[in-house]
Nanobody, 126 residues
Framework: QVQLVESGGASVQAGGSLRLSCALS????????MAWFRQAPGKGREGVAA???????TYADSVKGRFTISRDSAKNTLYLQMNSLKSDDTAMYYC????????????????????WGQGTQVTVSS
């Protein structure tokens, strides 16, 4: 059974930084495509960043230049480095893994991801 466990969420001041982690476990599943999503109260789920390899990444316009997605395949861990945080970044953050390789293209479309973590809360105060 595939499990994703996020950590690293916290309450921070605007302008601060956080690094989220997502540990993937479960059988011999190889997660080619992974991503971070977020959902703020009263809003839909937004694809924040996605990764296949270090040179195959995609970001939402709202986080470009501030967030960096990365992965350590040896540790089966996904990361999201978040800098210059704004109050608009306040949300529950989820990591997700796709069941298939999807042509080895990164995606931020939630419907393409079969496995989800429980989320970690990020609160940014101004």
């Amino acid at each position: 059974q595939v499990q994703l466990v996020e950590s690293g969420g916290a309450s921070v001041q605007a302008g601060g930084s956080l690094r989220l982690s997502c540990a993937l476990s479960g059988s011999s599943f190889l997660a080619v495509r992974m991503a971070w999503f977020r959902q703020a109260p009263g809003k839909g789920r937004e694809g924040v960043a996605a990764i296949v390899t270090a040179d195959r990444l995609t970001y939402a316009d709202s986080v470009k230049g501030r967030f960096t997605i990365s992965r350590d395949s040896a540790k089966n861990t996904l990361y999201l480095q978040m800098n210059s945080l704004k109050s608009d970044d306040t949300a529950m953050y989820y990591c997700a893994a796709a069941r298939d390789s999807g042509g080895w293209l990164p995606s931020r479309r939630a419907e393409e991801f079969a496995y989800w973590g429980q989320g970690t809360q990020v609160t940014v105060s101004s």
